[in-house]
């Protein structure tokens, strides 16, 4: 059972960052892969970007070289570092935790989420 808890969201001008922070508990984190996901409104909800066990990364060509994911398995939290950001950025971010990265686009392949946290850019 993992517990995930997003911060750092927040309202923020256009061009401006962002780091969002994925808070797991227990101690297998290292065990999960983890995948940022964003919902707008009247959106579906999609991927952003992906981190593998391992360490491996994807992130969405609408992001691509503006978004960073990381983790700190030592930590147990994984983060979002979000730059350049534009106001078709806002969304609610949510994280995921996966125990395999096969199929990481799909939300189904995550067993456990976070609540959200709220991101707005204004123009």
């Known amino acids: 059972q993992v517990q995930l808890v997003e911060s750092g969201g927040g309202l923020v001008q256009a061009g401006g960052s962002l780091r969002l922070s994925c808070a797991a508990s227990?101690?297998?984190?290292?065990?999960?892969?983890v995948g940022w996901f964003r919902q707008a409104p009247g959106k579906e909800r999609e991927l952003v970007a992906h981190?593998?066990?391992?360490?491996?990364?994807y992130s969405a060509d609408s992001v691509k070289g503006r978004f960073t994911i990381s983790r700190d398995n030592d930590k147990n939290t994984a983060y979002l570092q979000m730059d350049s950001l534009t106001p078709e950025d806002t969304a609610v971010y949510f994280c995921?935790?996966?125990?395999?990265?096969?199929?990481?686009?799909?939300?189904?392949?995550?067993?456990?989420w976070g609540q959200g946290t709220q991101v707005t850019v204004s123009s």
């Open positions: 995921a935790a996966s125990s395999t990265s096969n199929f990481y686009t799909l939300m189904n392949q995550y067993a456990y």
């Open positions: 227990g101690r297998t984190f290292r065990l999960y892969a």
């Open positions: 981190i593998s066990r391992g360490g491996s990364t």
